[in-house]
């Protein structure tokens, strides 16, 4: 699979998952407003989904490149800074004019939304910088681990099937040999 075309498959994994955790965030979120711990539970439960989502989503296309002899990591690198072009803009938006009458909190709100998967936590850190960044800085790692698991799910299946050819050659079964009588057999 093509840069280009891995690239706007992340982009749209990324907007359906965003899409999805809104929903869910609504209903889940408004429950037990003033119980913190709640909240945390509820922040690792979204990030999960989040992840799992993503992450099946993407290991297929991994493990498509890879079966292909087309696996290359900076696929996953380039997507992730594609998926961060929005946080920048919303970081420097918001550092150089929010907070201003005209514009309020609205870049806040939109980083907020772009990161649906993390949303908790943005509430809970009450919009820091730092965490706006760290969570920037985790779809490198995230994407990457995505990506480079397609690798590993190809090794495991390739050694499995070498692993079963010696078992198999090692076994030596005439072809006209009859199957041995099963004990458990209930049709006698």
Same mark, same amino acid.
């Given at each position: 699979?093509?840069?280009?075309?891995?690239?706007?498959?992340?982009? =749209?994994?990324?907007?359906?998952?965003?899409?999805?955790? /809104?929903?869910?965030?609504?209903?889940?979120? #408004?429950?037990?407003?003033?119980?913190?711990?709640?909240?945390?539970?509820?922040?690792?439960? #979204?990030?999960?989904?989040?992840?799992?989502?993503?992450?099946?989503?993407?290991?297929?296309?991994?493990?498509?490149?890879?079966?292909?002899?087309?696996?290359?990591?900076?696929k996953a690198i380039i997507s992730a800074a594609?998926?961060?072009?929005?946080?920048?803009?919303?970081?420097?938006?918001?550092?150089?004019?929010?907070? /201003?009458?005209? $514009?309020?909190?609205?870049?806040?709100?939109?980083? @907020?939304?772009?990161?649906?998967?993390? #949303?908790? $936590?943005i509430i809970l850190f009450k919009d820091t #910088?730092?965490? @706006?960044?760290?969570?920037?800085?985790?779809?490198?790692? =995230?994407? /990457?681990?995505?990506?480079? @698991? =397609?690798?590993?799910?190809?090794?495991?299946?390739? &050694? &499995?099937?070498?692993?079963?050819?010696?078992?198999?050659?090692?076994?030596?079964?005439?072809?006209?040999?009859?199957?041995?009588?099963?004990? /458990?057999?209930?049709?006698?």
């Amino acid at each position: 699979m093509s840069t280009g075309k891995y690239i706007l498959k992340t982009l =749209g994994t990324h907007i359906i998952a965003v899409a999805v955790m /809104t929903f869910m965030m609504i209903a889940l979120i #408004l429950i037990f407003q003033d119980n913190m711990w709640y909240q945390v539970a509820v922040s690792f439960v #979204l990030l999960s989904f989040y992840w799992i989502f993503m992450g099946f989503s993407l290991e297929k296309y991994a493990l498509y490149d890879a079966k292909n002899n087309k696996f290359a990591p900076y696929k996953a690198i380039i997507s992730a800074a594609i998926i961060n072009i929005p946080n920048i803009i919303f970081i420097v938006l918001d550092v150089v004019v929010g907070g /201003t009458p005209d $514009f309020g909190d609205i870049f806040k709100l939109m980083f @907020r939304y772009w990161n649906a998967g993390y #949303l908790n $936590f943005i509430i809970l850190f009450k919009d820091t #910088l730092w965490i @706006r960044i760290v969570i920037s800085l985790l779809y490198f790692a =995230g994407l /990457t681990l995505c990506y480079y @698991r =397609g690798m590993l799910i190809k090794k495991k299946t390739d &050694a &499995a099937i070498e692993s079963m050819k010696e078992e198999n050659k090692n076994k030596h079964i005439p072809l006209n040999a009859m199957p041995e009588d099963d004990e /458990t057999d209930n049709n006698k």
